[in-house]
């Protein structure tokens, strides 16, 4: 089999060996892959300066026969997101992004969360100081959604009865919001109608960002917090949500 040509986003790299990195990449015709870059920590490293951390570009990869670590023959730069790292909630949000990526995109076809994370990216990037936490809601949520993980917001969660208007209660252990009679008795976050409106606005990227003071975005991120450790997480660490949710770096 010969090399694969493919459009591609750094999500994150560590040290191989002495001279080496393993780079673990989202692409758009394979998937999440991880590839060897043999000789990228030498000063005069053919890959330059190019494999930085939410970098995009065009990947040429050369398949293993025997394992899931493949050679990246070539990755050319197309856009270093510097921009990225100039405020933290810019850096947190894209983090997440790439957290998400890492530990569920498929490691196949599929062009959906790649497209969702490029544009994410792109968009935080450019974001106004005051646009950017709306901005990574949406993104975060659409990208739950992308990978599969979507919450039940016409019907109830548990027993698909159609879901009445107004403040209803969102259970993250159900997966979507729970009518009257399955709220009852049930641990979950009250959602006033203007939560619920906001709610449904993070999903749909064709809605109108909603405006929201600060108390209410924290509730928010609370709410996606759970509901990430709920069904993606399984247990496992994510350094980069626990960044986002508890915004730390706000206290420095």
Do not use: N
């Not at 030498?42 to 494999?51: C, H, I, N, Q, T």
């Not at 810019?90 to 490691?107: G, N, T, V, Y």
């Not at 062009?111 to 450019?126: M, R, Y």
């Not at 936490?133 to 599969?148: D, F, I, K």
């Amino acid at each position: 089999m010969g090399s694969l040509i493919t459009p591609a986003i750094v999500l994150s790299m560590f040290p191989y060996r002495e001279t080496s990195r393993i780079v673990r990449l989202a692409t758009r015709e394979l998937g999440l892959q991880s590839v060897i870059a043999k000789g990228a920590s030498r000063p005069r490293s053919r890959f330059g300066p190019a494999l930085q951390v939410f970098t995009s570009g065009t990947a040429t990869i050369f398949p293993s026969r025997s394992s899931d670590l493949h050679t990246l023959v070539q990755f050319d730069a197309e856009r270093v997101r510097l921009g990225l790292a100039d405020r933290l909630d810019r850096f947190a949000a894209a983090s997440l992004l790439a957290e998400l990526m890492l530990h569920f995109a498929p490691a196949s076809h599929h062009p959906e969360s790649f497209a969702l994370l490029d544009d994410a990216l792109k968009i935080l990037e450019a974001a106004p100081p005051v646009a950017i936490e709306p901005l990574a809601l949406r993104s975060l949520w659409r990208m739950v959604a992308v990978l599969g993980f979507s919450p039940a917001l016409a019907a109830c969660a548990r027993c698909g009865a159609d879901s009445a208007a107004g403040s209803a209660c969102f259970s993250p252990q159900d997966g979507g919001l729970l009518c009257a009679r399955c709220a009852r008795g049930t641990v979950g976050a009250r959602l006033e109608a203007a939560d619920r409106a906001a709610l449904e606005a993070w999903l749909d990227p064709s809605a109108e960002l909603p405006v929201l003071d600060d108390r209410h975005l924290a509730a928010h991120r609370r709410l996606l917090e759970r509901y990430v450790r709920f069904h993606l997480a399984e247990g496992a660490a994510l350094p980069a949500l626990d960044f986002w949710a508890t915004r730390g770096w706000l206290a420095a």
